[in-house]
């Protein structure tokens, strides 16, 4: 995809993103994809149908990476965020990827489901949308009059020293090939080829999930739109000057390239090749209001959080499945207020949510998009697990006795600490 111009590139990049995120909405809608209701499902009725679905996407996904890649018609090791960066930064990973899984759980749903709901008629997604957006925003800015962000106000201090520089990037592709001394782009493929076949027969093993219509097509639609994400921005060309450009490229070159600053970006980062993410978006969202709605604020991730909440509202109002919902008490305020507080801190510090780096993340293979991955899936299912114990004991099951026993139903703790009968 050549174009004669920075302006006409950026314009197919916005829209493109556009349609691609209307698609991503309205599917999600259609067929309730959830990551929070998959963890809910497995965790509280034994059924695996919704996170088969959400593994099915991170197969779809991978499988396009790994064959795009090696043929070199995408470029997610330059990605932003940087999933691959060599420096592993495990315990962002870990405590976000926790943090977001907790958060979720009080939300009653990820970023993306958040913006999903909004689109449904949900007040209360309006709430956590709002927080996110805030405690994003200034995790990675800084606070007015300031150069101190709450990320280094609360975290730098402590976990950058912990990040682990490693030779090579963190993918498993290239760690692996790294300690062979061999091609990186061929284990990389291999890597990739290994794990989609390892998903794959997990997921179709199932009978009941082979029968069920909308996880089928929620697991592969949305690998497929991730997919499409990655090879449009990775993709787009400015014919300049007799030379191919790439937007980033453009960007850095701007000064020698275009004839003044009309139409620049206010960021070169956020022109890298990408897919789905929504946790910082949304705080890039309170930026550009906050901003006065300036122009060159524009992100594909910015346009990507509109187009899932246009996508789902058009979905719902197509199905008449749109319904306001509000707040059934203060206490449900406040858990939602809270879970947007938790995954606005743990979207960004372990780089993306159950989106950005539990399916884009996966994608690429990097050790810290499944650190997160893990992160969130015990943090939302070990949270479920203490509200459904102190659900069933009430005033008999505190706190602490009920982390005992979760922990205890998850194998993470031995039997005989157990401190309630399990349920």
């Given at each position: 995809?050549?174009?004669?111009?920075?302006?006409?590139?950026?314009?197919?990049?916005?829209?493109?993103?556009?349609?691609?995120?209307?698609?991503?909405?309205?599917?999600?809608?259609?067929?309730?994809?959830?990551?929070?209701?998959?963890?809910?499902?497995?965790?509280?009725?034994?059924?695996?149908?919704?996170?088969?679905?959400?593994?099915?996407?991170?197969?779809?996904?991978?499988?396009?990476?790994?064959?795009?890649?090696?043929?070199?018609?995408?470029?997610?090791?330059?990605?932003?965020?940087?999933?691959?960066?060599?420096?592993?930064?495990?315990?962002?990973?870990?405590?976000?990827?926790?943090?977001?899984?907790?958060?979720?759980?009080?939300?009653?749903?990820?970023?993306?489901?958040?913006?999903?709901?909004?689109?449904?008629?949900?007040?209360?997604?309006?709430?956590?949308?709002?927080?996110?957006?805030?405690?994003?925003?200034?995790?990675?800015?800084?606070?007015?009059?300031?150069?101190?962000t709450l990320y280094s106000v609360l975290?730098?201090?402590?976990?950058?020293?912990?990040?682990?520089?490693?030779?090579?990037?963190?993918?498993?592709?290239?760690?692996?090939?790294?300690?062979?001394?061999?091609?990186?782009?061929?284990?990389?493929?291999?890597?990739?080829?290994?794990?989609?076949?390892?998903?794959?027969?997990?997921?179709?093993?199932?009978?009941?999930?082979?029968?069920?219509?909308?996880?089928?097509?929620?697991?592969?639609?949305?690998?497929?739109?991730?997919?499409?994400?990655?090879?449009?921005?990775?993709?787009?060309?400015?014919?300049?000057?007799?030379?191919?450009?790439?937007?980033?490229?453009?960007?850095?070159?701007?000064?020698?390239?275009?004839?003044?600053?009309?139409?620049?970006?206010?960021?070169?980062?956020?022109?890298?090749?990408?897919?789905?993410?929504?946790?910082?978006?949304?705080?890039?969202?309170?930026?550009?209001?906050?901003?006065?709605?300036?122009?060159?604020?524009?992100?594909?991730?910015?346009?990507?959080?509109?187009?899932?909440?246009?996508?789902?509202?058009?979905?719902?109002?197509?199905?008449?499945?749109?319904r306001i919902e509000w707040f059934v008490?203060?206490?449900?305020?406040?858990?939602?207020?809270?879970?947007?507080?938790?995954?606005?801190?743990?979207?960004?510090?372990?780089?993306?949510?159950?989106?950005?780096?539990?399916?884009?993340?996966?994608?690429?293979?990097?050790?810290?998009?499944?650190?997160?991955?893990?992160?969130?899936?015990?943090?939302?299912?070990?949270?479920?697990?203490?509200?459904?114990?102190?659900?069933?004991?009430?005033?008999?099951?505190?706190?602490?006795?009920?982390?005992?026993?979760?922990?205890?139903?998850?194998?993470?703790?031995?039997?005989?600490?157990?401190?309630?009968?399990?349920?």
């Amino acid at each position: 995809m050549v174009f004669d111009s920075f302006a006409a590139s950026l314009s197919f990049f916005f829209w493109s993103t556009l349609v691609i995120s209307l698609i991503l909405g309205a599917l999600a809608n259609k067929t309730n994809f959830c990551t929070m209701g998959a963890v809910s499902d497995l965790v509280n009725m034994g059924d695996y149908g919704r996170f088969r679905a959400w593994l099915l996407a991170i197969a779809v996904s991978l499988l396009g990476v790994s064959i795009l890649e090696y043929a070199g018609m995408v470029n997610v090791t330059d990605a932003f965020p940087p999933y691959r960066s060599n420096q592993l930064i495990y315990i962002e990973n870990i405590l976000g990827g926790i943090m977001f899984g907790i958060g979720m759980t009080f939300a009653s749903g990820c970023g993306n489901k958040t913006l999903v709901r909004i689109g449904g008629g949900n007040i209360k997604s309006l709430l956590v949308f709002a927080v996110i957006a805030v405690i994003a925003y200034y995790m990675t800015s800084p606070f007015p009059d300031s150069d101190k962000t709450l990320y280094s106000v609360l975290f730098y201090d402590w976990v950058n020293p912990l990040a682990v520089s490693l030779d090579t990037n963190q993918d498993v592709g290239a760690i692996t090939a790294n300690l062979l001394g061999s091609d990186t782009a061929l284990f990389r493929l291999v890597a990739g080829l290994l794990v989609v076949a390892g998903l794959l027969f997990y997921v179709f093993k199932s009978a009941d999930f082979r029968s069920s219509r909308d996880n089928l097509l929620s697991g592969i639609g949305i690998g497929l739109l991730i997919l499409s994400a990655w090879y449009i921005s990775s993709n787009i060309l400015i014919n300049a000057d007799d030379s191919l450009y790439s937007l980033s490229d453009y960007y850095e070159e701007w000064d020698m390239l275009a004839e003044d600053d009309t139409g620049k970006p206010a960021s070169g980062r956020t022109l890298n090749p990408q897919s789905f993410t929504f946790v910082n978006p949304i705080g890039q969202t309170y930026g550009f209001i906050k901003e006065g709605l300036d122009p060159s604020l524009l992100t594909f991730g910015l346009i990507s959080v509109f187009g899932v909440i246009l996508g789902s509202l058009l979905w719902a109002l197509l199905s008449r499945s749109f319904r306001i919902e509000w707040f059934v008490d203060l206490k449900d305020f406040f858990n939602h207020f809270i879970g947007g507080i938790l995954m606005g801190f743990g979207g960004v510090l372990g780089l993306g949510c159950t989106f950005g780096q539990g399916i884009t993340g996966m994608s690429t293979l990097a050790v810290g998009s499944v650190l997160t991955f893990l992160g969130i899936v015990f943090g939302s299912a070990l949270t479920m697990k203490i509200q459904y114990y102190k659900l069933v004991y009430e005033d008999e099951a505190s706190f602490a006795k009920a982390l005992l026993t979760s922990l205890v139903d998850m194998k993470l703790l031995p039997s005989s600490l157990r401190k309630l009968d399990a349920v």
